[in-house]
């Protein structure tokens, strides 16, 4: 029976409980599907690995992983470690160097959920965004000059290039196509920024060209937050930089009822090197230990992943089990109004996969 060979790497504060979660959800599931199954490496690296070493990951992490069919991803940050250092040393020190420049992450409300915005139901809310994901305003370009000093500069350049633009585009407009609605929507902000944002538009116009059959717009991203949230029927698949759409799918999560809920997948699209997946969340230091994280971020991205080995019957199997349990009120964790625990929701969602035809 084939082993997928998954490198697990939990992190830090609740990555620990959802990646527990996520695995067992897993394994279930290779078990009612047949055909495969899971053989589960597990990477101890984050915050509590930087206290002792000094560093996130150890210095051969990636020749470690690399070889790997995939990379199941909890979170990284904790109070005492500065941000830049678990996102840099960590979850960039792996999307980078593996090319993983394509984003993805799909929103829905799901059954038994319900969405801040009151005149929104499930069917109306079917987004997904595709996130840039090497370049643009996170490329890490820029420094600071006499700093602590009244005359201190500091400067973030945001970096695009016409091949990583192309690419992500061409990405979006490919998974457009795949989708029912075949709709795309390109975010930028090229009324004020006026080079890289302008080299967008144009280089959109010129894919589009290859996908008549996909309808296309342009929208500035501060039109589309309030897009989003008055029309979000019109809206389909999305494209936008690193920063755009990192905020813009923060909202989109909290819209479709709760970060806890919301996956992400990292994708290396010509398969060179493993892609990541992982809820979108952080380590939530505050409900960290206390046994009640939402899991379904993570069995929703666990979705992704099957996907992207080519299980999309599993997926599917593993999608449903998910919607029967969020369809019960008595299964929401407290993000979402309830009192169930990470534990239950785990336990009703592996029922459900055994009790699935
Ligand atoms: P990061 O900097 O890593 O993005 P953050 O400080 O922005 O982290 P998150 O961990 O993303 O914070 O979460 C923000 C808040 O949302 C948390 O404090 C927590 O209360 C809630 N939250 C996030 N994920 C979950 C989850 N899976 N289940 C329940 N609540 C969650
Ligand atoms: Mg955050």
């Given at each position: 029976m084939k082993p997928y060979r998954i490198a697990a790497i939990p992190g830090d504060g609740i990555g620990q409980e959802v990646i527990a979660a996520g695995i067992a959800v897993l394994d279930a599931l290779a078990e009612r599907a047949g055909g495969f199954r899971f053989a589960f490496d597990r990477f101890d690296w984050g915050s509590d690995y930087y206290k002792a070493h000094g560093v996130m990951m150890p210095a051969d992490g990636l020749a470690q992983i690399k070889d790997h069919d995939a990379i199941f991803f909890g979170a990284v940050g904790a109070p005492d470690v500065p941000d830049h250092i678990t996102l840099w040393g960590l979850r960039l020190?792996?999307?980078?160097?593996?090319?993983?420049?394509?984003?993805v992450r799909p929103t829905r409300i799901l059954p038994g959920i319900t969405s801040?915005?009151?005149?929104?139901?499930?069917?109306?809310l079917d987004w997904v965004i595709v996130r840039e994901n090497s370049e643009g305003e996170y490329a890490g370009v820029g420094g600071r000059v006499h700093q602590g000093h009244d005359n201190e500069v500091?400067?973030?350049?945001?970096?695009?290039?016409?091949?990583g633009v192309t690419r992500i585009i061409r990405y979006a407009f490919e998974l457009a196509r795949s989708r029912p609605r075949k709709r795309l929507t390109v975010v930028t902000k090229s009324n004020a920024q006026r080079h890289a944002m302008v080299m967008w538009d144009e280089i959109a116009a010129e894919v589009a060209r290859d996908f008549p059959d996909v309808t296309w717009d342009k929208m500035l991203v501060d039109a589309m937050t309030m897009r989003m949230t008055m029309k979000p029927q019109s809206l389909d698949t999305i494209v936008a930089t690193n920063l755009h759409a990192d905020i813009l799918s923060?909202?989109?999560?909290?819209?479709?009822?709760?970060?806890?809920?919301?996956?992400?997948?990292?994708?290396?699209?010509?398969?060179?090197?493993?892609?990541?997946?992982?809820?979108?969340?952080?380590?939530?230091?505050?409900?960290?230990?206390k046994g009640i994280a939402n899991p379904v971020g993570t069995f929703w991205t666990a979705c992704q992943m099957l996907?992207?080995?080519?299980?999309?019957?599993?997926?599917?199997r593993l999608m449903r089990a998910v919607e029967r349990v969020t369809a019960d009120p008595a299964l929401h964790t407290p993000d979402l109004g309830g009192t169930a625990t990470t534990q239950a929701v785990t336990d009703a969602v592996i029922a459900a996969i055994r009790g699935d035809n």
């Open positions: 020190a792996i999307c980078q160097p593996f090319d993983q420049y394509a984003n801040p915005l009151r005149h929104v139901t499930g069917p109306e500091a400067t973030d350049v945001s970096m695009m290039t016409r091949s923060d909202l989109a999560a909290a819209l479709a009822g709760s970060l806890g809920i919301a996956p992400t997948a990292n994708i290396n699209p010509e398969r060179r090197f493993p892609s990541m997946f992982e809820p979108i969340h952080g380590s939530a230091f505050d409900i960290a230990g996907e992207h080995l080519g299980e999309k019957p599993a997926a599917d």
